[in-house]
């Protein structure tokens, strides 16, 4: 045996016939595939930004500052500014911005234990400091937080449990709908959310909805207009990261589709990438689409809209409850929104007595034009009430008894409220209700 002979060994990791390490015999020169001598004839070296131990040069620029790419800006509001309010009322981020104390909330309002408070309120912030917490309890009062935030919300549903209470109404959207839903269903407390639209937040038998669920929206969506022949070529820009929004526009292409209408495009936009939206309109537009159905919030609707008119696209505009409060949204030119129309279970300008007598009180109160969110939230405390009188419930009773007894009551009331007329529940926990629509016009939500 010699080298010219030689194989490599059975199983042998070599694939190639490059001879490495043989000197000039190789063919392949001196060094024979190995390089150089020392440091860079070992593999992994050097290492980037090594300059032979001399400082290297990230060392030697000058650092001028730091900023945090996931930072967030947070208004502190002294616990003394919330005397400006009237005994027992009910604090929230919006009121604060209503009476001037809050310009811009940022990222979130925080409450602090600055100063004193003599006043007995219900303070609904993002955050609370121990100790400003603290004196508002200890004046009676309550320091509820939500935040949209699952984890949040139910320390405090564990909160409002430990002060007794008996029946829930909440919560307002859909993630921490379902986080509560789960404790309620283990305490076997009652629940009826105004607002959390998905289904997922009713797959416990004691949780209802006085809102549509996201596949009724997007059904009652293409029926509508196409009943009403509001556009033949139809657009959708929509929110993919969103449950709420993808699961109505999944359920809107699809009856879109047994309607007759034609969807032309379906534009996706993410919860990182929903302040541009050019792209998606100038598909929209070249697709020949006469009107955009908008299955997302009001913030984005917003910014879709003033790119639009800044491209000089002007197609119709349709969109769901999420919208329902567009006017409100800050530096927003509402010119803009004239003739948007949304799929709403509530028109603040309804001429029957109920909504007038509402929007009244609301506004003498508030200061405000009610939205859809208000009055889902109001009918929902009077389907508690009828499910209680159904069930013949008293105050005695344990959390989990009214929970059984207003749970089997629910498919046997119908209930006339400010969202509809003879509101019917399933036992799966969705409401049957007839929807509306609304158009904007003169800044204003009217009836269709």
């Known amino acids: 045996m010699d080298l010219s002979n030689l194989q490599a060994a059975a199983g042998s990791a070599h694939s190639d016939n490059f001879r490495r390490g043989r000197g000039h ?3 392949n ?72 104390i809050v310009k811009n909330p940022r990222d979130g309002v925080k409450i602090l234990g600055n100063g004193e408070l003599t006043k007995k309120l219900t303070v609904q912030a993002n955050a609370f400091s ?8 200890a004046l009676g009062g309550k320091a509820e937080d939500d935040q949209n935030d699952a984890e949040k919300s139910v320390n405090a549903y564990n909160s409002l449990k430990d002060w007794g209470m008996q029946i829930l109404m ?19 407390m009652f629940e009826i959310t105004p607002s959390a639209s998905s289904t997922d937040v009713i797959t416990n038998d004691n949780v209802f909805q006085a809102c549509f669920t996201d596949p009724n929206q997007g059904t009652a969506s293409a029926q509508y207009i196409a009943d009403n022949n509001l556009g033949t070529k139809v657009a959708v820009i929509y929110d993919s990261s969103s449950v709420y929004s993808s699961g109505i526009e999944a359920t809107f292409v699809e009856e879109a589709q047994n309607k007759g209408l034609e969807v032309v495009a379906e534009e996706a936009f993410t919860a990182d990438s929903k302040t541009d939206f050019s792209t ?32 000089g696209y002007e197609p119709a505009f349709f969109g769901v409850d999420g919208m329902d409060g567009i006017l409100g949204v800050e530096n927003f030119d509402t010119s803009l929104a004239e003739g948007v129309m949304l799929l709403t279970p509530f028109a603040a300008d309804a001429d029957d007595e109920k909504t007038k007598a509402f929007v009244s009180t609301y506004k003498e109160k508030y200061g405000d ?9 109001y009918d929902a405390i009077y389907v508690i009430k009828a499910a209680i009188e159904q069930a ?14 207003l749970t089997g009551a629910m498919t046997s009331i119908s209930v006339d409220g400010l969202t509809g007329e003879g509101m019917t529940w399933q036992a799966t926990g969705e409401v049957s209700k007839a929807p509306k629509a609304v158009v904007i016009k003169d800044g204003a939500y009217a009836a269709m």
């Open 25 to 27: 015999g190789s063919g």
């Open 29 to 100: 020169g001196k060094t024979a595939g190995k390089g150089h001598k020392g440091q860079k004839a070992r593999s992994g070296a050097p290492r980037p930004g090594f300059e032979g131990g001399q400082m290297p040069l990230y060392r030697r620029l000058p650092k001028r500052g730091f900023k945090c790419r996931n930072s967030k800006t947070i208004i502190g509001i002294n616990l003394s500014a919330l005397e400006a309010f009237e005994n027992d009322s009910v604090v929230s981020v919006e009121t604060l911005i209503e009476a001037g």
């Open 130 to 137: 121990a100790a400003a917490k603290e004196k508002i309890e």
């Open 170 to 188: 909440g919560t307002v959207t859909t993630t921490p709908c379902v986080a509560v839903a789960d404790k309620t269903a283990e305490d076997g």
């Open 280 to 311: 998606q309109l100038q598909k929209a537009q070249s697709a020949g689409a006469d009107l955009v159905f908008l299955p997302i919030y009001y913030t984005e609707a917003s910014i879709i809209l003033t790119q639009a008119n800044g491209m």
């Open 369 to 377: 034009v009610p939205n859809q969110f208000a009055a889902d939230a």
């Open 392 to 405: 013949g419930a008293t105050p005695d009773m344990s959390a989990s008894d009214l929970g059984t007894a």
